[in-house]
């Protein structure tokens, strides 16, 4: 099971800092990664990271802004969300990839969070 948390409403330019913890197993053989839907759009991929957390990736929007982390002993996640833009406003949902390096594609991805909201106001 994976717990999302840290969303909330902030002003354009503020942070962030998303956090997603998996309990029940432990998933430090698995990249991970983090993914928003905003209202009326497709899922799209936003961070991920291999299982040691040697190799991220990003999508374009956000490189330079967001950094993805993990902890492999607390078996947690993190997202941290810098200079926030209203278009960064989604629901932000963690993921475990079915294998220890990244991708940017939903379906690699077996386990889902259930999502917390991220609202940036202008």
């Known amino acids: 099971q994976l717990q999302a948390s840290g969303g909330g409403l902030v002003q354009a330019g503020g942070s962030l800092r998303l956090s997603c913890a998996a309990s029940?197993?432990?998933?430090?053989?698995?990249?991970m990664g983090w993914f928003r839907q905003a209202p009326g759009k497709e899922r799209e991929f936003v961070a991920g990271i291999s299982w040691s957390g040697a190799s991220t990736y990003y999508t374009d929007s956000v490189k330079g802004r967001f950094t993805i982390s993990r902890d492999n002993a607390k078996n947690t996640v993190f997202l941290q969300m810098n200079s926030l833009k209203p278009e960064d406003t989604a629901v932000y949902y963690c993921?475990?990839?079915?294998?220890?390096?990244?991708?940017?594609?939903?379906?690699?991805?077996?386990?889902w969070g259930q999502g917390t909201q991220v609202t940036v106001s202008s």
């Open positions: 029940g197993r432990t998933f430090s053989n698995n990249a």
């Open positions: 993921a475990v990839a079915l294998g220890s390096v990244v991708h940017t594609h939903q379906y690699d991805y077996r386990y």
